[in-house]
């Protein structure tokens, strides 16, 4: 005689609870930065944007000029 199959939701539950089994264990294998690396990553982060930010203004600003200064006359 063969095993009876389960039904669909018993076996959705199972695949589901397995997921999250071999999730947890893949997180505890994770090297998580200390405080001070997440706070200089994110000084860097910060700053590189603030820099890129500051040369698209100014890119902006000499494409305008060239604009008003050359098609505008």
Known sequence: MSAK??????????????YFR???SELKKVS???WKQIRTN????IT???LLGAFIALLDLGFEF???STLLK
């Open 5 to 18: 199959k389960s039904n669909i939701f018993v076996r959705a539950a199972k695949a589901v609870a397995g």
């Open 42 to 45: 994110t000084g860097v982060v």
């Open 48 to 50: 590189a944007l603030i």
């Open 66 to 68: 060239l604009y008003k």
């Open 32 to 34: 998580w930065p200390t």
């Open 22 to 24: 071999e999730l947890k």
